[in-house]
């Protein structure tokens, strides 16, 4: 008998961790056997909400946030980066973007069934592919792949009803708790916060799917 596994995802796909995180839980999902099915529902949250739509620049944010060479902090995602399998320089994609309009195509992507794997691609647009993902024509480009018709993704990332609901979902998620992404609720009964080694997910579902 085939069981059913619901996954709620929180991240930002402007978050680094998030990127790291989200490929962690999707390596422990592939190693599950074939009789259970797992939905994955994602959740927008802001990294940073001030952020405007052109963008800032990471280096010259971290410096003044921090006041240290920003390499020194990228360096730790980077090495956790390469041990799930993924060549991260963030040296590469200098700003960080506003991320209201790659949230709302996420979030309208539920239908089609494909959320998670369409916020993965916009993360990997950003981080590895180096793209300007504040730009319409990039997020439709990739809604495209996604089963999306381009003229539909354009009104949908550009209609303000749609970015106001997406605005008050992640506000929402902050007032519930969440403080920081990457952060998974397995089942609507165990949360896990950060991206976790990989065994720490293996156990997460394997605790989960034990009590279904």
């Known amino acids: 008998m085939t069981k059913m596994l619901k996954i709620d995802v929180f991240t930002d796909v402007v978050c680094p961790w998030c990127l790291v995180g989200s490929a962690r839980l999707d390596q422990a999902i ?3 056997p074939d009789d259970v099915e797992v939905v994955i529902e994602n959740h927008p949250f802001y990294l940073d909400p001030s952020v405007p739509t052109e963008g800032v620049d990471v280096d010259e944010m971290l410096r003044q946030k921090y006041g ?3 390499a020194e902090m990228w360096a730790r995602v980077e090495g956790e980066a390469q041990k799930s399998g993924i060549v991260l320089d963030l040296s590469k994609q200098p700003r960080m973007f506003n991320t209201a309009k790659a949230h709302t195509i996420t979030r309208l992507s ?3 069934g494909n959320q998670h794997e369409l916020a993965n691609a916009i993360a990997d647009a950003y981080f590895l592919d180096h793209r300007q993902i504040n730009d319409d024509n990039v997020l439709a480009d990739i809604a495209v792949a996604f089963g999306w018709d381009r003229g539909d993704a354009l009104d949908a990332i550009n209609d303000e009803t749609e970015l106001a609901i997406t605005a008050q979902l992640a506000t929402s998620a902050a007032e519930q708790g969440i403080r920081g992404v990457p952060f998974f609720v397995f089942a609507e009964k165990y949360a ?3 991206a976790q080694p990989d065994e720490v997910f293996r156990q997460a579902l394997e605790k989960t799917l ?3």
């Open 30 to 32: 592939a190693a599950l």
């Open 68 to 70: 240290r060479d920003p």
């Open 110 to 112: 539920k239908p089609n």
């Open 192 to 194: 896990l916060s950060g």
């Open 210 to 212: 034990s009590e279904l």
